[in-house]
Nanobody, 120 residues
C-alpha cells in the first residue's frame, strides 16, 4: 500500500508565500507523474499543476508564474511552492501520484489534503 501525506498548510496573508510538501511512503518501486490539485468550498476539484518523472512541469493558467512544482525523487517528496498568494487560492490542496509498487501495477494514489487559507 502507498500513503501520500501533505503538510504545510495554514493561514497566510495575501501576497505571502507558502510551501507544501507531500511525501509518499510504502512499498514503492517507482513514482511516475505527480500532481497538485485543489478544491475550494462549493467548487469542483481543479488541477493546479503536474510534474513528470523527469521533472517537466505544467501549470493551470490561474497559478502560472506564482506557483512552482518540484520533486525530490530520493525522498519520494513532491513540493508546491506558492508565492504571491491571493484570497482566491484558498482551498484544500491535494497531491496525487502515479505509483508502481512491488506488488501492484501503476495506479493513482491521493493524499488526504491540507487546508490553505489566504486572508488578512
Amino acid at each position: 500500500q502507498v500513503q501520500l501525506v501533505e503538510s504545510g498548510g495554514g493561514l497566510v496573508q495575501p501576497g505571502g508565500p507558502l510551501r507544501l510538501p507531500c511525501t509518499a511512503s510504502g512499498s514503492i518501486f517507482r513514482i511516475h507523474d505527480m500532481a497538485w490539485y485543489r478544491q475550494a468550498p462549493g467548487r469542483e476539484r481543479e488541477l493546479v499543476g503536474t510534474i513528470t518523472s523527469d521533472s517537466t512541469t505544467s501549470y493551470a493558467d490561474s497559478v502560472k508564474g506564482r506557483f512552482s512544482i518540484s520533486r525530490d525523487n530520493a525522498k519520494n517528496t513532491l513540493y508546491l511552492q506558492m508565492n504571491s498568494l491571493k484570497p482566491e487560492d484558498t482551498a484544500n490542496y491535494y497531491c496525487s501520484a502515479d505509483v508502481e509498487t512491488y506488488v501492484r501495477p501503476r495506479r493513482s494514489y491521493w493524499g488526504q489534503g491540507t487546508q490553505v487559507t489566504v486572508s488578512s
